[in-house]
């Protein structure tokens, strides 16, 4: 991609889905046109039917770019307002070889695009990407940060605990070589959710490598509540379980671990009702080992934030894995019928 030193860099086309992002757009779009990287770079947003003032910042961001040689800002409709449609929408609408995922509430590293454009080059992977870093800014985001990014709350992923550069399952959002993203058709719009696992999947069976390193690092503000936290969870479990059905042979360990915790504990409070208290171990024992988990989880942590990561471990736990064991065949089954998306056209 640049084997030359003195060739330029490759230009980057970062993707932006948004909806009711008006706490957090400026803020992540300003990190990107702060990068700290010397090619052509667009940002392109798909606006979703947001209710706030996401749609006027926007319209802001546009207007205060408009002269600018580089860092232009775009926006597109996504009336959808479904995350891989919007990602279509602005792949369809940017322009240049690199393609950077970006969320509405991610903030990028400052040296992020350049870093990721080094590391395309040297592994040859198709998509790279890092970690996701969580961080609040009130108690229960601390909490829910410190939750994401402890083994105790998500396992072994890399890219919720850091770890070494390796080749990977998945990554957090990414940044793709277009090509690839092109032979795979972009995103599968019937994946609400799980979608940049499903489509890392297709690239991986393509032959493609996905690459973690922790060099690249995206800030991420969790949930604001224990409601929204939930639904989160319950969709992330119940496309994951769409994806495994999709996709033969693609779940492991690790996923089935919040589902099977989820009927352990029910049937330890059933049994512990209805047949011998001694079963209520079970229910026991996990709310002794998420409050031990807690403890280094939270260091350096007020005490308030540090009381609440029980219940962000507990909701995360069993709402994925609820979200898991109901998720309705139906879905995989509409997901089967649209077979893969649509191929993206180059512009």
């Given amino acids: 991609m640049n084997a030359n030193p003195d060739a330029p860099l490759p230009?980057?086309?970062?993707?932006m889905p948004v909806l009711d992002e008006e706490r957090h757009l400026r803020g992540a779009v300003q990190a990107i046109l702060a990068q700290e990287y010397a090619g052509e770079m667009e940002v392109v947003i798909a606006l979703g039917p947001s209710t706030d003032r996401t749609d006027e910042i926007a319209a802001?961001?546009?207007?205060?770019?408009?002269?600018?040689?580089?860092?232009?800002?775009?926006?597109?409709?996504?009336?959808t307002g479904r995350t891989p449609a919007a990602l279509n929408a602005a792949i369809k609408a940017?322009?240049?070889?690199?393609?950077?995922r970006v969320d509405g509430h991610g903030i990028l590293s400052?040296?992020?695009?350049?870093?990721?454009?080094?590391?395309?080059?040297e592994t040859g992977a198709q998509n790279v990407g890092g970690i996701m870093h969580a961080e609040g800014e009130n108690d229960w985001e601390h909490a829910v940060a410190a939750a994401m990014t402890s083994k105790i709350g998500v396992g072994n992923a890399a890219f919720h605990t850091g770890g070494e550069a390796q080749q990977a399952e998945t990554v957090y959002l990414g940044v793709f070589r277009r090509e690839a993203l092109e032979q795979q058709g972009g995103y599968n719009e019937e994946f609400i959710r799980a979608q940049d696992w499903e489509l890392n999947f297709r690239i991986r069976e393509a032959g493609g490598l996905i690459w973690f390193s922790p060099e690249l690092k995206?800030?991420?503000?969790?949930?604001?509540?224990?409601?929204?936290l939930a639904k989160q969870y319950k969709d992330y479990g119940r496309w994951r379980h769409v994806v495994a059905r999709y996709h033969e042979g693609s779940i492991n360990l690790r996923y089935l671990a919040p589902?099977?915790?989820?009927?352990?504990?029910?049937?330890?409070?059933?049994?512990?009702?209805?047949?011998?208290?001694?079963?209520?171990?079970?229910?026991?024992?996990?709310?002794?080992?998420?409050?031990?988990?807690s403890v280094p989880a939270g260091k350096g942590l007020p005490l308030k934030a540090r009381l609440q990561i029980p219940v962000a471990l507990?909701?995360?736990?069993?709402?994925?894995?609820?979200?898991?064991?109901?998720?309705?065949?139906?879905?995989?089954?509409?997901?089967?019928?649209?077979?893969?998306?649509?191929?993206?056209a180059s512009n």
């Fill in 60 to 79: 802001e961001l546009v207007a205060e770019t408009a002269s600018h040689a580089n860092g232009r800002v775009h926006t597109v409709p996504n009336p």
């Fill in 218 to 228: 995206v800030s991420y503000r969790p949930r604001p509540s224990v409601k929204a």
């Fill in 314 to 344: 507990a909701t995360m736990h069993m709402c994925w894995g609820w979200g898991f064991l109901t998720s309705p065949r139906a879905l995989a089954k509409k997901v089967i019928a649209s077979r893969r998306p649509a191929v993206l």
């Fill in 11 to 15: 230009a980057v086309s970062v993707i």
């Fill in 110 to 121: 400052p040296n992020y695009i350049a870093t990721a454009v080094r590391l395309l080059e």
């Fill in 259 to 293: 589902p099977t915790a989820v009927l352990a504990i029910a049937a330890g409070l059933v049994a512990g009702a209805v047949l011998t208290p001694w079963a209520l171990v079970i229910p026991g024992g996990y709310l002794a080992a998420i409050a031990l988990g």
């Fill in 94 to 100: 940017s322009r240049h070889p690199i393609v950077v």
